[in-house]
């Protein structure tokens, strides 16, 4: 399913991921037996999640990750690395199923939330309550995206705005020292509870090269992308990869640093679809910063859920970049 994009995307325009409305659901299932509604509060958003569990839980989820090739230049085509819904994916997408179910620790989390925002940031809330976890990637996604059959190790990997570090998590055994950064001081907490070394936002890139830069749905959330990548090419091993996520369509939002949440740079993306943005991001993007694209995909940006839904998604192309000194822009 493919959706409009608001801050994250949103078909209500409130809840900031893809959100299921019961005009979606009422073609797939028989509605006979919630053909009475609730009238409390709390009891008719248990029943419109009960909709929305069941229309997922029908939902063809291959759906995520197809692609029309048809539309993108043959050469960049020609790198597309078909991906599915493996086990490691189910498994979040059952942990927030299973989370989102337990309805006192939701409710709590609606209150605190409201308490909070008064003074910190809703990535250092979800931090700070451990909750909104994302997945990307799998382990074996990964390998996949490498063309590897599993013998594949390496010693650095930094993994900028990392998060919780649970995205971090399904690709950390391929190196020997995992590095990160974050701004948000409880993120910072739970990264260095998980082993990894935390540096500093401004000064990652004086503190050695590395073999892997991870960059997952960072470039949409900074003040200023085209600097990043070239920090990140300069912070590269020359034989170094980048592994880089992007959500599309393309919708910039800086949660800290900006008065209007607008970026300083504007990322120069053209294209209404997914293809024609993918074509763009390589061409216009990664191309003049350096990079040259060695595979790409298509996932699901996968969210654990709340008292409405179980789990969100947006649509997220994924790269493996290596630096290219072909069509760099000085």
């Given at each position: 399913m493919q959706c409009a994009r608001?801050?994250?995307?949103?078909?209500?325009?409130?809840a900031g991921m893809t959100q299921i409305k019961d005009s979606q659901c009422k073609d797939n299932f028989d509605f006979s037996m919630y053909l009475h509604k609730p009238r409390g509060t709390l009891a008719?958003?248990?029943?419109?999640?009960?909709?929305?569990?069941?229309?997922?839980?029908?939902?063809?989820?291959?759906?995520?990750?197809n692609c029309d090739l048809s539309?993108?230049?043959?050469?960049?085509?020609?790198?597309?690395i078909q991906l599915d819904h493996d086990k490691d994916?189910?498994?979040?997408?059952?942990?927030?199923?299973?989370?989102?179910?337990w309805i006192f620790l939701q409710i709590w989390h609606v209150i605190v939330r409201c308490v909070l925002s008064w003074f910190m940031t809703q990535t250092s809330i979800n931090g700070w309550l451990r909750r909104g976890s994302m997945f990307v990637?799998?382990?074996?996604?990964?390998?996949k995206l490498l063309k590897s059959d599993g013998d594949w190790h390496r010693d650095t990997i930094i993994d900028l705005g990392a998060g919780d570090g649970g995205v971090t998590a399904h690709i950390?055994?391929?190196?020997?020292?995992?590095?990160?950064?974050?701004?948000?001081n409880t993120m910072r907490n739970l990264l260095r509870s998980r082993g990894y070394n935390v540096l500093e936002v401004e000064t990652w890139d004086m503190d050695g090269k590395y073999d892997m830069i991870a960059c997952l749905n960072l470039l949409d959330r900074c003040n200023t992308p085209l600097q990043l990548l070239k920090q990140i090419r300069q912070a590269l091993n020359?034989?170094?990869?980048?592994?880089?996520?992007?959500?599309l369509p393309f919708s910039a939002y800086v949660e800290i640093g900006s008065e209007n949440h607008k970026p300083e740079e504007l990322l120069p993306i053209v294209g209404k679809t997914?293809?024609?943005?993918?074509?763009s991001v390589v061409k216009d993007v990664f191309q003049p910063s350096g990079f040259s694209v060695e595979s790409w995909s298509r996932v699901p940006y996968l969210c654990e859920g709340d008292l409405r839904q179980s789990y969100y998604w947006l649509d997220d192309a994924v790269f493996i970049l290596r630096v290219s000194d072909e069509n760099i822009s000085n």
């Open positions: 608001d801050e994250l995307q949103d078909i209500t325009q409130s008719r958003t248990i029943y419109n999640k009960q909709l929305s569990d069941t229309y997922m839980a029908k939902f063809d989820k291959s759906q995520w990750y539309r993108i230049p043959p050469p960049l085509a020609a790198k597309f994916t189910m498994k979040f997408i059952e942990q927030s199923e299973e989370k989102s179910n990637v799998s382990s074996s996604q990964f390998l950390a055994p391929f190196f020997s020292k995992v590095y990160a950064t974050e701004v948000s020359p034989d170094g990869l980048l592994f880089l996520a992007l959500v997914f293809e024609e943005q993918i074509a």
